[in-house]
């Protein structure tokens, strides 16, 4: 006979002294964790039961979830399973799981062919969030790694994609930028950001070299869907002296590395 899995232990409102948790929300995270392969259907009583929640409380976030999709009860039997809104949930993650496998060996492939090292990133919000890093083989240091979150509108990744946004929806993001600097805008007020847009908004590549990072040279392109969207944006970067003449060809393996990519996430 399986143990009995003990009940689902998140954070409660009562265990921090934070004014900002939201109990009603604690309370229905409770309950979709509930669910499992081993209980796909509960009633509300062996839902309430199994989180040690008082019934009406359970039928609060029950109802709430059912009302939203995130929960389904089957009319016959009453029982509850996880709806398709959870599914959605995990939409996001698993779009950007198979972005990283998918450019892992194309990055692979741009660093061994421009000895540069060569990262992955996506926007969240006024930062761009480093996925991927592949160093070069030379040994050079970078100080960026995956899960670095740096300031879009000073880096190369994070200008291809704020150039890809229309004028009023980064006016919208920057809009308290001026009061913000200590939250990574670094001074930059939406009328700078403005004009950075207009020169970046139709370059196919952009290049900044020792702007953010002293003595490190970044050209950086997008990564399109099929809608021609940018939902990312590769970059190759080098601390080596900054060659003219070699420009041309890494800008050109840059390209093909972001167009392999684009189709095999079914862009063309």
């Known amino acids: 006979m399986g143990k009995t899995p003990s009940p689902i232990e998140l954070p409660s409102a009562a265990s921090y002294e934070d004014r900002y948790l939201v109990p009603g929300l604690v309370r229905g995270l409770k309950v979709l964790r509930a669910f499992s392969p081993e209980r796909r259907e509960m009633s509300l009583s062996e839902i309430a039961g199994h989180l040690g929640m008082t019934r009406s409380a359970a039928f609060r976030a029950v109802y709430t979830l059912n009302h939203l999709g995130y929960l389904m009860q089957d ?65 050079l240091a970078s100080i960026v790694h995956v899960g670095s979150r740096l300031p879009a509108v000073s880096t190369t990744m994070g200008r291809v994609l704020l150039a890809d946004l229309d004028e009023p929806t980064l006016i919208a993001l920057y809009r308290d930028a001026a009061d913000a600097a200590r939250g990574g805008t670094g001074g930059w007020t939406p009328q700078k950001v403005l004009a950075q847009h207009k020169v970046d908004r139709d370059a196919e590549t952009i290049v900044q070299a020792g702007r953010f990072e002293s003595g490190v040279t970044a050209i950086a392109t997008a990564v399109r869907d099929m809608s021609g969207q940018a939902i990312a944006a590769i970059n190759v970067t080098t601390t080596a002296p900054p060659d003219d003449a070699a420009r041309p060809f890494i800008r050109r393996q840059l390209l093909d590395a972001a167009g392999r990519i684009a189709r095999q996430l079914g862009a063309g």
């Not at 709806?83 to 939409?91: D, E, F, H, R, T």
């Not at 741009?110 to 060569?118: F, G, M, N, P, V």
């Open 75 to 139: 009319s016959r039997s009453r029982l509850y399973r996880l709806g398709p809104a959870v599914m959605a949930l995990g939409y996001g993650l698993l779009a950007s799981r198979e972005l990283v496998e998918i450019a892992l060996p194309e990055l692979e492939r741009l660093r061994d062919e421009t000895d540069w090292s060569a990262h992955l990133g996506v926007r969240d919000g006024r930062s761009v969030l480093y996925l991927l890093r592949v160093p070069s083989r030379m040994g």
